[in-house]
Protein backbone atom coordinates (compact mmCIF):
# COMPACT_ATOMS: atom_id res chain seq x y z
CA UNK A 1 0.00 0.00 0.00
CA UNK A 2 1.01 3.88 -0.50
CA UNK A 3 3.40 4.88 2.58
CA UNK A 4 4.83 8.38 2.65
CA UNK A 5 7.27 8.69 5.65
CA UNK A 6 8.43 11.80 7.04
CA UNK A 7 11.74 11.93 9.04
CA UNK A 8 14.08 15.17 10.47
CA UNK A 9 12.31 16.98 12.21
CA UNK A 10 13.49 18.43 15.39
CA UNK A 11 14.14 21.10 17.51
CA UNK A 12 16.46 23.78 16.10
CA UNK A 13 17.40 27.10 17.18
CA UNK A 14 15.96 30.46 15.18
CA UNK A 15 18.17 31.02 12.30
CA UNK A 16 18.69 27.45 12.10
CA UNK A 17 18.73 24.90 9.45
CA UNK A 18 16.95 21.12 9.24
CA UNK A 19 16.75 18.73 6.47
CA UNK A 20 13.29 17.19 6.09
CA UNK A 21 13.05 13.76 4.43
CA UNK A 22 9.71 12.21 2.85
CA UNK A 23 10.53 8.17 2.15
CA UNK A 24 7.69 6.66 -0.45
CA UNK A 25 6.63 3.35 -1.00
CA UNK A 26 3.71 1.44 -2.69
CA UNK A 27 3.32 3.63 -6.21
CA UNK A 28 5.57 4.39 -8.85
CA UNK A 29 7.16 7.74 -6.97
CA UNK A 30 8.48 9.32 -10.29
CA UNK A 31 4.97 9.37 -11.79
CA UNK A 32 3.58 11.31 -9.07
CA UNK A 33 4.30 15.62 -8.14
CA UNK A 34 4.85 15.74 -4.70
CA UNK A 35 4.21 19.18 -2.07
CA UNK A 36 5.26 19.84 1.04
CA UNK A 37 2.49 21.09 3.40
CA UNK A 38 2.53 22.36 7.28
CA UNK A 39 0.61 23.06 10.25
CA UNK A 40 0.58 24.90 13.04
CA UNK A 41 0.24 23.69 16.30
CA UNK A 42 -3.48 23.99 16.28
CA UNK A 43 -3.86 26.07 12.90
CA UNK A 44 -4.86 24.57 9.92
CA UNK A 45 -2.84 23.54 6.49
CA UNK A 46 -1.06 25.89 4.67
CA UNK A 47 1.09 24.24 1.12
CA UNK A 48 4.30 24.90 1.55
CA UNK A 49 6.16 23.75 -1.77
CA UNK A 50 5.87 21.91 -4.95
CA UNK A 51 7.90 19.81 -7.14
CA UNK A 52 6.89 18.51 -10.54
CA UNK A 53 7.46 14.68 -11.17
CA UNK A 54 10.41 15.11 -12.51
CA UNK A 55 11.67 18.12 -10.41
CA UNK A 56 11.89 20.45 -13.39
CA UNK A 57 8.74 22.55 -11.80
CA UNK A 58 9.76 24.01 -8.28
CA UNK A 59 7.13 26.22 -6.74
CA UNK A 60 7.42 27.55 -3.17
CA UNK A 61 4.98 29.76 -0.82
CA UNK A 62 5.68 33.47 -0.32
CA UNK A 63 6.43 32.76 3.30
CA UNK A 64 9.55 30.41 3.12
CA UNK A 65 10.50 31.83 -0.59
CA UNK A 66 14.76 32.04 -0.80
CA UNK A 67 14.72 29.80 2.56
CA UNK A 68 13.50 26.71 1.66
CA UNK A 69 14.58 24.36 -1.14
CA UNK A 70 12.68 21.46 -2.54
CA UNK A 71 14.05 18.52 -4.27
CA UNK A 72 13.75 15.03 -5.16
CA UNK A 73 15.68 11.69 -6.02
CA UNK A 74 13.60 9.24 -8.01
CA UNK A 75 15.99 6.75 -7.96
CA UNK A 76 15.52 6.53 -4.28
CA UNK A 77 11.94 7.13 -3.91
CA UNK A 78 12.56 10.14 -1.89
CA UNK A 79 11.45 13.58 -1.79
CA UNK A 80 13.41 16.60 0.50
CA UNK A 81 13.25 20.23 2.14
CA UNK A 82 16.19 21.77 3.15
CA UNK A 83 15.37 24.66 5.77
CA UNK A 84 17.38 27.45 5.70
CA UNK A 85 17.01 30.61 8.44
CA UNK A 86 14.39 29.04 10.41
CA UNK A 87 12.04 31.30 12.32
CA UNK A 88 9.44 30.91 15.14
CA UNK A 89 6.67 30.68 12.52
CA UNK A 90 7.87 28.04 10.77
CA UNK A 91 6.93 25.71 13.93
CA UNK A 92 4.64 23.27 12.75
CA UNK A 93 4.10 19.53 11.39
CA UNK A 94 5.28 19.06 7.94
CA UNK A 95 3.52 16.64 5.75
CA UNK A 96 4.78 15.05 2.51
CA UNK A 97 1.70 14.98 0.40
CA UNK A 98 1.41 13.29 -3.34
CA UNK A 99 -0.81 14.11 -6.45
CA UNK A 100 -1.48 12.11 -9.73
CA UNK A 101 -0.78 15.36 -11.72
CA UNK A 102 -0.21 19.04 -11.27
CA UNK A 103 -4.02 20.25 -10.95
CA UNK A 104 -5.14 17.64 -8.59
CA UNK A 105 -6.11 17.03 -4.81
CA UNK A 106 -3.69 15.52 -2.77
CA UNK A 107 -4.33 11.71 -2.41
CA UNK A 108 -2.03 10.45 0.27
CA UNK A 109 -0.20 12.02 3.14
CA UNK A 110 2.51 11.14 5.27
CA UNK A 111 1.84 11.31 9.23
CA UNK A 112 3.93 14.48 9.59
CA UNK A 113 7.25 15.66 11.28
CA UNK A 114 7.32 17.91 13.70
CA UNK A 115 9.92 20.65 13.65
CA UNK A 116 9.79 23.46 16.55
CA UNK A 117 11.89 26.73 16.32
CA UNK A 118 12.90 28.15 19.74
CA UNK A 119 15.77 29.48 21.71
CA UNK B 1 -4.30 33.88 -4.56
CA UNK B 2 -7.72 32.53 -4.22
CA UNK B 3 -8.88 32.57 -0.94
CA UNK B 4 -11.37 29.79 0.89
CA UNK B 5 -13.38 30.50 3.86
CA UNK B 6 -15.76 28.35 5.65
CA UNK B 7 -19.01 28.52 7.58
CA UNK B 8 -19.54 27.64 10.32
CA UNK B 9 -16.34 27.14 12.72
CA UNK B 10 -17.18 24.32 14.69
CA UNK B 11 -20.80 22.32 14.94
CA UNK B 12 -22.12 19.61 17.19
CA UNK B 13 -24.87 17.37 15.86
CA UNK B 14 -26.33 14.77 17.38
CA UNK B 15 -25.33 11.03 16.85
CA UNK B 16 -27.54 10.12 13.50
CA UNK B 17 -28.15 13.71 12.82
CA UNK B 18 -27.56 15.70 9.41
CA UNK B 19 -24.23 17.87 9.49
CA UNK B 20 -23.56 20.29 7.02
CA UNK B 21 -20.56 22.46 6.29
CA UNK B 22 -20.36 25.41 3.82
CA UNK B 23 -17.02 26.86 1.64
CA UNK B 24 -16.47 29.52 -0.52
CA UNK B 25 -13.89 30.81 -2.49
CA UNK B 26 -12.77 34.30 -3.56
CA UNK B 27 -13.45 33.42 -7.44
CA UNK B 28 -15.00 30.38 -9.25
CA UNK B 29 -12.77 27.71 -9.19
CA UNK B 30 -15.02 26.18 -12.50
CA UNK B 31 -13.23 24.88 -15.37
CA UNK B 32 -15.18 25.81 -18.17
CA UNK B 33 -13.66 23.43 -20.86
CA UNK B 34 -14.37 20.41 -18.60
CA UNK B 35 -17.24 21.80 -16.11
CA UNK B 36 -15.12 20.26 -13.25
CA UNK B 37 -15.14 22.32 -10.50
CA UNK B 38 -11.28 21.96 -8.58
CA UNK B 39 -12.26 21.65 -5.13
CA UNK B 40 -11.69 18.79 -2.06
CA UNK B 41 -12.79 18.23 0.94
CA UNK B 42 -10.64 16.40 3.48
CA UNK B 43 -11.22 14.80 7.25
CA UNK B 44 -8.67 15.30 9.88
CA UNK B 45 -9.12 13.50 13.04
CA UNK B 46 -6.97 14.38 15.88
CA UNK B 47 -3.22 13.03 15.87
CA UNK B 48 -3.87 12.10 12.21
CA UNK B 49 -2.88 13.73 8.34
CA UNK B 50 -5.50 14.89 6.09
CA UNK B 51 -7.49 12.68 4.56
CA UNK B 52 -9.10 13.32 1.23
CA UNK B 53 -12.54 12.50 1.04
CA UNK B 54 -14.02 14.18 -2.08
CA UNK B 55 -13.08 15.62 -5.15
CA UNK B 56 -14.35 17.29 -8.44
CA UNK B 57 -16.85 18.54 -5.82
CA UNK B 58 -18.98 15.85 -5.47
CA UNK B 59 -16.77 12.73 -5.80
CA UNK B 60 -16.35 10.35 -3.23
CA UNK B 61 -12.79 8.75 -2.81
CA UNK B 62 -12.34 5.10 -2.72
CA UNK B 63 -13.76 3.92 0.52
CA UNK B 64 -15.37 7.18 2.06
CA UNK B 65 -18.92 6.13 3.56
CA UNK B 66 -21.93 7.01 1.32
CA UNK B 67 -22.95 9.49 4.30
CA UNK B 68 -20.37 12.05 2.66
CA UNK B 69 -21.43 13.88 -0.16
CA UNK B 70 -20.40 17.21 -1.54
CA UNK B 71 -22.01 19.73 -3.88
CA UNK B 72 -22.17 23.21 -5.22
CA UNK B 73 -20.25 25.14 -7.98
CA UNK B 74 -18.63 28.13 -8.77
CA UNK B 75 -17.71 29.84 -5.66
CA UNK B 76 -19.65 28.00 -3.19
CA UNK B 77 -19.99 24.57 -2.34
CA UNK B 78 -21.55 22.46 0.55
CA UNK B 79 -20.15 19.00 2.66
CA UNK B 80 -22.54 16.86 4.16
CA UNK B 81 -22.54 14.06 6.58
CA UNK B 82 -25.92 13.19 6.03
CA UNK B 83 -26.15 10.87 9.52
CA UNK B 84 -23.41 11.57 11.39
CA UNK B 85 -20.88 8.67 13.50
CA UNK B 86 -18.96 8.96 16.57
CA UNK B 87 -16.10 8.00 14.25
CA UNK B 88 -16.95 11.53 12.16
CA UNK B 89 -15.53 13.29 14.58
CA UNK B 90 -12.95 15.76 13.06
CA UNK B 91 -11.61 19.04 11.38
CA UNK B 92 -12.91 19.06 7.93
CA UNK B 93 -10.87 21.36 5.34
CA UNK B 94 -11.95 22.26 2.23
CA UNK B 95 -9.71 23.27 -0.72
CA UNK B 96 -9.12 24.49 -4.15
CA UNK B 97 -7.02 23.11 -6.63
CA UNK B 98 -7.97 25.73 -9.34
CA UNK B 99 -4.99 27.85 -9.18
CA UNK B 100 -1.88 26.11 -7.91
CA UNK B 101 0.47 27.85 -6.49
CA UNK B 102 -0.49 28.23 -4.36
CA UNK B 103 -3.24 25.49 -3.42
CA UNK B 104 -5.26 26.81 -0.81
CA UNK B 105 -7.23 25.47 1.96
CA UNK B 106 -9.93 26.55 4.20
CA UNK B 107 -9.57 27.49 7.68
CA UNK B 108 -11.22 24.51 8.70
CA UNK B 109 -14.51 23.67 10.47
CA UNK B 110 -14.69 21.38 13.93
CA UNK B 111 -17.47 18.98 13.92
CA UNK B 112 -18.40 17.45 17.57
CA UNK B 113 -21.46 15.30 18.93
CA UNK B 114 -23.83 16.92 20.51
Known amino acids: QVQLVESGGGLVKPGGSLRLSCAAS????????MSWIRQAPGKGLEWVSY????????YYADSVKGRFTISRDNAKNSLYLQMNSLRAEDTAVYYC????????????WGQGTLVTVSS | DIVMTQSPDSLAVSLGERATINCKSS????????????LAWYQQKPGQPPKLLIY???TRESGVPDRFSGSGSGTDFTLTISSLQAEDVAVYYC??????????FGPGTKVDIK
Open chain 1, 51 to 58: ISSSGSTI
Open chain 1, 97 to 108: ASRGYSYAPFDY
Open chain 2, 95 to 104: QQYYSTPPST
Open chain 2, 27 to 38: QSVLYSSNNKNY
Open chain 1, 26 to 33: GFTFSDYY
Open chain 2, 56 to 58: WAS
